[in-house]
Nanobody, 122 residues
Framework: QVQLVESGGGLVQAGGSLRLSCAAS????????MGWYRQAPGKQRELVAA???????KSADAVKGRVTISRDNAKNTVYLQMNSLKPEDTAVYYC????????????????WGQGTLVTVSS
């Protein structure tokens, strides 16, 4: 059983910063790409940023220059540092990881965290 557990959401004023964390646990053989998505009320879930196992990153245009994604492979953890937050960043943020689990060595499963709410007040 593989789990992703997020932390770090909360309420912040516009212009502030937050750091989200997501730790993967369970019978993990390998983690490939990890990423953060968000879903605002009434909108579709969208990619915020992603990072491959070798550290290559990409981010959405809406957050480019304001977010930094990083990971600690030894801890199976991915981070999202968000700066200069805007009210339009308000959303539930979900962690996503492509994980190869023990016993499923040839399958790359997508796993999702439960989500953490980020609210940016104006």
């Amino acid at each position: 059983q593989v789990q992703l557990v997020e932390s770090g959401g909360g309420l912040v004023q516009a212009g502030g910063s937050l750091r989200l964390s997501c730790a993967a646990s369970g019978s993990i053989l390998r983690i490939n790409t990890m990423g953060w998505y968000r879903q605002a009320p009434g909108k579709q879930r969208e990619l915020v940023a992603a990072i491959t196992s070798d550290g290559s990153t990409k981010s959405a245009d809406a957050v480019k220059g304001r977010v930094t994604i990083s990971r600690d492979n030894a801890k199976n953890t991915v981070y999202l540092q968000m700066n200069s937050l805007k009210p339009e960043d308000t959303a539930v943020y979900y962690c996503n990881a492509e994980i190869v689990a023990v016993g499923f060595e040839y399958t790359n499963f997508q796993h999702w965290g439960q989500g953490t709410l980020v609210t940016v007040s104006s």
